[in-house]
Structures are given as structure tokens and as C-alpha cells.
């Protein structure tokens, strides 16, 4: 498959702290790329996205950083909230096609 | 707005069998695509439908198909099911075609094969 992940990165953020999740992606043609928040019994669920001719994007409490001379993508979370507690994909956009998403992260929210 | 529904939400088969999952996408989304979510694989893409025609395809065997109807609802079908593909079926419903349309996913279905 083009996407691995048997055991996911945890990361433990105490309650009002900033958290940074990070992803490589594969492709550098890739010209698209999105965060995903996927919840215990859901689907993911869309956070964030950018495109290739940005290094930085920011919405509601979170911020997408581009960097594709490395080909990482990072997504920070301000004030992150026991709601945030959840598992995080990056997804790349190959040849605006379909989306290859990276393993995932495991975000822990302690109070 | 209603969201993406997928149906049913848990099944049971024996290997060999064939079964057939379905999704509605949002009212007036046009496109759907499945995706198969595993612990070992993650999410990969199984392929996307639009105007009731498969316009890409994921790397998976001539088993797993699909078809979409005039009202955009879609079907997703696996045959002689093996144990491999015990896993979470997501569909995900767009406006558009292609993957720079933001994509609603389903709360998925889960399948396991004994």
C-alpha cells in the first residue's frame, strides 16, 4: 500500500498548551496537502489544507506550516483543548488525483 | 445538511463471501470516493466515482469494485473476501471531481472477515 503506519507516534500535551504535529510527506509534486482530525468511531474530519505556493496558513486555533525543500508538513494546535484529543493525518494531493495520507499521530490531551 | 451515511455500520463474514457496502453522499455532492482504513496500512484510496463513472483508482485487486447511481449514491463491492480485508470502510462525498475538493467522510463501515 502507499501509506504504512502499524504504530502511531503518540504525542501528550497538557490542557492549554501549544502542540505540533508533524509529518513528511513522499511525493514532491505534490502540490496539495491537508490535515485531517479522525475521532474514536468517525471519520476524518477536515481541519486545515494549503497548497504548494504557500509556506503558512492559519485558521481557528491551528496553523499549517509548509516546508518543501525537506517535504514536511507540520500542524500546530494553540491552547490545545481535552476536545483535541484525537489522531491527526496529513494527506498529499498526488497529481490532484487522490490523496495519499501519511500514518497519523495520536494527540493526548491531559487536564 | 445531512452528512455523508454509510450502511451498514458493522458486518460479519466468512471468507469467500462477497459483500456490498453503500453510501449517500451529501445532497448535492456529485463525487464519492472510498477509502480502506487498516492498523497496519492506514488509509489508502480505493477509488472515486463521479457522474456514475470510476475516475481514479487505487493500487487494490480486481475484487474490490464499485459503481455509482444517478443520484450520486454509491455502492462498494468486495468479492471472495479474504481475512486481509477485515477493516474500516470510509467513503468520502465532494461538490467536485478530484482530490482538491475538500472531502466529507462518512463514520465509516467496519468489516471483519472470520
Known amino acids: 500500500g502507499e501509506s504504512v503506519g502499524l504504530h502511531l507516534p503518540t504525542l501528550s500535551v497538557q490542557e492549554g498548551d501549544n502542540s505540533i504535529i508533524n509529518c513528511a510527506y513522499s511525493?514532491?509534486?505534490?502540490?496539495?496537502f491537508i490535515w485531517y482530525k479522525q475521532e474514536s468511531g468517525k471519520g476524518p474530519q477536515f481541519i486545515i489544507d494549503?497548497?504548494?505556493?504557500?509556506d503558512k496558513r492559519q485558521g481557528q486555533r491551528v496553523t499549517v506550516l509548509l516546508n518543501k525543500t525537506v517535504k514536511h508538513l507540520s500542524l500546530q494546535i494553540a491552547a490545545t483543548q481535552p476536545g483535541d484529543s484525537a489522531v491527526y493525518f496529513c494527506a498529499e494531493n498526488i497529481y490532484g488525483n487522490k490523496l495519499v495520507f501519511g500514518a497519523g499521530t495520536i494527540l493526548r490531551v491531559k487536564s | 445538511k445531512a452528512g455523508v451515511t454509510q450502511t451498514p455500520r458493522y458486518l460479519i463474514k466468512t471468507r469467500g463471501q462477497q459483500v456490498t457496502l453503500s453510501c449517500s453522499p451529501i445532497?448535492?455532492?456529485?463525487?464519492v470516493s472510498w477509502y480502506q482504513q487498516t492498523p497496519g496500512q492506514g488509509l489508502q484510496f480505493l477509488f472515486e466515482y463521479f457522474s456514475e463513472t470510476q475516475r481514479n483508482k487505487g493500487n487494490f485487486p480486481g475484487r474490490f469494485s464499485g459503481r455509482q447511481f444517478s443520484n450520486s449514491r454509491s455502492e462498494m463491492n468486495v468479492s471472495t473476501l479474504e481475512l486481509g480485508d477485515s477493516a474500516l470502510y470510509l467513503c468520502?462525498?465532494?461538490?467536485?471531481?478530484?482530490?482538491?475538493?475538500?472531502?466529507?467522510f462518512g463514520p465509516g463501515t467496519r468489516l471483519t472477515v472470520l
Open positions: 494549503i497548497r504548494s505556493n504557500m
Open positions: 468520502a462525498s465532494s461538490p467536485g471531481q478530484g482530490a482538491y475538493n475538500e472531502q466529507f
Open positions: 511525493n514532491s509534486a505534490s502540490d496539495y
Open positions: 445532497s448535492g455532492h456529485r463525487s
